[in-house]
């Protein structure tokens, strides 16, 4: 077995402090990121490779026996209770960082209480629309929200460890990747400052562009949520970015992991998270994670959960990662082609080192 100890998740959520009901869990299990989703009827999204990995992992870890109804978990969940359920989880993940973004809306953890939860480290990412907004509501005037803006981002990057994006691939970034200019800044701030007086998210094109931007020359790896979009579309982004000292993580490639992994060898600042991608396609993690290594290098890889909410998600997520990435590395060592010691070297790029060099953790 090649050992992937005191894993890095270099990209995750909180964790819900409040008790579930089977409906409501199930929901989280959902393939896509929409907290709302809901099964078919006569349905449940514990019929997924995700639920069928919680059920696999997770009972074990709270006295049950792998495999155990969903109905029967959810009681012994509630037994429990939400604490001591998130403490026997996360520790026994085997996560020893996380890096955790704190933009998502709802009771979740954040980083210090998810440190001492799972007796981990934790570091904070900051969501540069969501910084945004908050800038906008404090800010009287368009000159003063664009200075306010690059003020935050700076200070921001003091203590955060790394910047994400959710909308900037969205806004229009594969089409101009270049920075806008001063005056189409000012323009857009001023149309979009005048619809968030009615609560209008950053949906303006021009202004994510320079949000992104000014990330960029705040020195603090960014990343960038690809969802459904092919990330080759970003290489205008990479080819721009490129010699300016601010990596590029792309984050929720699935399906267009392969794309993803080519960026990544195309550009030395360019990085591809395998995170949900791995966990979310449970028993065939394996297939999908020697998809990566055929074509990424082996120190443009990195771990994470992606989880949200529930504290299974990282259980999950570390240990089909554990499971598919020893089963890769194991088979070819067995066939001679790699050496055991290269294998244990490529696993702990992957399930660590390669995220303790990108966002400088020591």
Known sequence: MIATENLVDQYCHGVLRTELGLGTFETRLAPTAAAAALPAAGTTFFDTQTGFAVRRWCPPLLGLEPHCPPARYLARRRELGVLETGRRLLRASGIATYLVDTGLPGDLTG??????????????????????????????????????????????????????????????LAAVPEPPAPGEVRGAAGRWLARRAAGGALDDPVLLRHLLWVAVGAGRPLQLHVGDRDPGTLAGFAEATGGLGAELVLLHEYPHHRQAARLAAHFPHVYADLGPVVARTGARAAAVLAEFLELAPFGKLLFSSGASGLPELHVVAASVFRG???????????????????????????AAGNARRVYRLG
Request: proline fraction near 1%; hydrophobic fraction near 50%; charged fraction near 20%.
């Open 111 to 172: 980083p210090a209480e998810l440190a001492a939860t799972g007796g981990a480290a934790a570091h904070e990412i900051v969501r540069l629309e969501l910084l945004a907004q908050h800038v906008a509501d404090t800010s009287g005037t368009v000159d003063a929200f664009l200075g306010n803006l690059t003020e935050a981002v700076l200070g921001a990057a003091e203590c955060a460890v790394a910047f994400t994006s959710v909308a900037g691939v969205r806004g229009g």
């Open 324 to 350: 598919a990435l020893g089963r890769v590395l194991g088979e070819w060592v067995a066939d001679g082609a790699w050496s055991r010691t290269d294998a244990e070297r490529v696993a702990g790029l992957i």
